[in-house]
């Protein structure tokens, strides 16, 4: 694995922000959900596909605070643009189960290039 400096570091924006519409992805070559994101006045409602089935129904993600890279370019999976990489990591099977705060925090904006 490569190093990255602390400068590539700040360019990632990672944003919490919340589901607020979920709906089973059956046309993706693997079980996927596609999600509608809210994350909040300066960057607003964004989409995105992640293979959680294993860990989600489509319906318990709904008010669910997920971290999510912001800044990458819009991505084609399938017939659906995933405008945003939720963050999740793999269980002991290998199948993701999101990241998230503890509690309910507000959407924020960045300072300084810090995560939000």
């Given at each position: 694995?490569?190093?990255?400096?602390?400068d590539?570091?700040?360019?990632v924006?990672?944003r919490?922000?919340?589901?607020?519409r979920?709906e089973?992805?059956?046309?993706a070559?693997?079980p996927?959900i596609?999600?509608?994101?809210?994350?909040?006045?300066?960057?607003?409602?964004?989409k995105?596909?992640?293979?959680v089935?294993?860990?989600?129904?489509?319906?318990?993600?709904?008010?669910?605070?997920?971290?999510?890279?912001?800044?990458?370019?819009?991505?084609?999976?399938?017939?659906?643009m995933?405008e945003?990489?939720?963050?999740?990591?793999?269980?002991e099977?290998?199948?993701?189960?999101l990241?998230g705060?503890d509690?309910d925090?507000?959407?924020?904006?960045?300072?300084?290039g810090?995560?939000?």
């Open positions: 694995m490569a190093d990255i400096s602390f590539d570091f700040l360019k924006d990672v919490v922000g919340t589901v607020v979920a089973p992805y059956p046309e070559r693997r996927a596609k999600m509608w994101i809210d994350f909040g006045d300066e960057i607003g409602e964004r995105s596909s992640a293979q089935t294993a860990h989600y129904a489509p319906e318990s993600l709904i008010g669910k605070q997920v971290m999510a890279v912001v800044n990458f370019p819009p991505r084609q999976i399938g017939k659906f995933s945003v990489l939720v963050l999740g990591l793999p269980d099977n290998g199948e993701i189960v990241i705060p509690g925090v507000p959407a924020q904006v960045p300072r300084g810090r995560m939000h």
